[in-house]
């Protein structure tokens, strides 16, 4: 009798943790967030990603799996603001073709140093670098957290076991788990689920050759119908203060570390250098002396501030929304930071609208 008993337990128990290993299963095979099967490339162009990637991880694999086919030696970092320095702009004033952006989601110096490490252990040429930062690239100091943000464990030390375990976790998270079941179902994006921020609808262009990502959709949009398209988000344009606001001071020792180190590596390879402090719609100014840190550190005429109150930040046409500046903003920029050292830009810049 006490052996059926036990019995009858582990059967219920097996019924109760069914839907568990059947989800568990259905996990790996669908691989939603594409971090346990290899892909020659992430990206489908022309069409939505549905579910958001760790783009730090996409990069990182897509250097790793195509660096000896691509040889790249040009590299551009930053967080998502990045994205719109466009690779095609840029090769002009650097006079090489074999450009990379090394781009990911909430970018900090901590991700920048990695990379460079990564490719200072496989003896990587790095002839050529764009770094696009904020305050918020210099706050992290560690790896990041969320499943969007985590390093990828080449670049982080951090276990495989612990950071596949952050997606499983997400996945069984009832805030996406009901979502991503509900559009598996339906087969269709429901405005709850963009809402949510859970899936993404938005077609993207996206170009292996170089790891970059274009949204043209935007563009496109204010083009046909400018006054439609900030009318839609006059929202999120808000009034900012009418007096500059300098933000405090962000670099201390652990981030001067990371920067030593950061610069050190790209010295000992004379590395063609631009930092670029971007230009935000929020209009705070970089504080004064991180930037006279930076300056110090990488060269006065290496590193160049566009935040705080200018002809740029003052124009909302400038912006797809406050936290993202246009590809045409990005080409003024490298006209300004290369200046007559560069070449011609391969396209001439759209009027503003």
Request: glycine content about 4%; hydrophobic content about 35%.
């Amino acid at each position: 009798m006490k052996n059926q008993g036990t019995i009858k337990v582990l059967l219920k128990l097996s019924l109760l943790s069914l839907p568990i290993l059947l989800l568990t299963a259905y996990y790996v095979i669908d691989d939603p967030f594409k971090v346990i099967k290899s892909y020659d490339t992430y990206y489908r162009a022309g069409c939505p990603n549905y579910v958001g990637l760790n783009r730090d991880y996409v990069s990182t694999e897509t250097f790793l799996r195509h660096h000896d086919e691509m040889k790249w030696d040009s590299f551009i970092f930053g967080n998502s603001r990045s994205i719109f320095d466009e690779v095609n702009d840029w090769a002009a004033y650097i006079d090489s073709d074999r450009t990379f952006h090394f781009d990911a989601s909430g970018e900090s110096i901590y991700g920048i140093m990695c990379k460079l490490r990564l490719m200072e252990r496989r003896g990587t040429p790095v002839r050529n670098a764009l770094i696009v930062m904020d305050v918020a690239t210099l706050r992290e100091v560690n790896n990041s957290r969320g499943h969007l943000f985590l390093k990828h464990p080449l670049l982080s030390g951090q276990s495989w076991i612990t950071f596949e375990l952050e997606y499983l976790k997400t996945f069984f998270s009832s805030r996406f788990l009901v979502v991503y079941l509900d559009f598996k179902l339906s087969h269709k994006i429901k405005p709850y689920m963009i809402a949510d921020d859970i899936m993404d609808n938005r077609h993207l262009d996206y170009y292996l050759q170089h790891n970059e990502i274009h949204y043209a959709e935007y563009e496109e949009l204010i083009h046909s119908n400018p006054d439609a398209y900030y009318q839609h988000r006059e929202a999120v344009f808000s009034v900012r203060p009418a007096t500059l606001v300098v933000t405090p001071s962000i670099i201390h020792e652990p981030q001067k570390a990371l920067l030593r180190e950061i610069s050190r590596m790209l010295n000992s390879q004379k590395t063609n250098l631009r930092i670029v402090i971007s230009p935000l719609y929020d209009q705070k100014k970089f504080n004064p002396a991180d930037l006279a840190y930076l300056q110090d550190l990488f060269g006065e005429d290496r590193v160049y501030d566009f935040s705080g109150i200018n002809d740029i930040t003052n124009d909302k046409f400038n912006y797809y929304e406050p936290s993202h500046y246009r590809p045409h903003i990005a080409r003024k920029i490298m006209a300004l930071i290369y200046g007559t050292r560069g070449l011609i830009p391969k396209r001439p810049n759209p009027q503003v609208p």
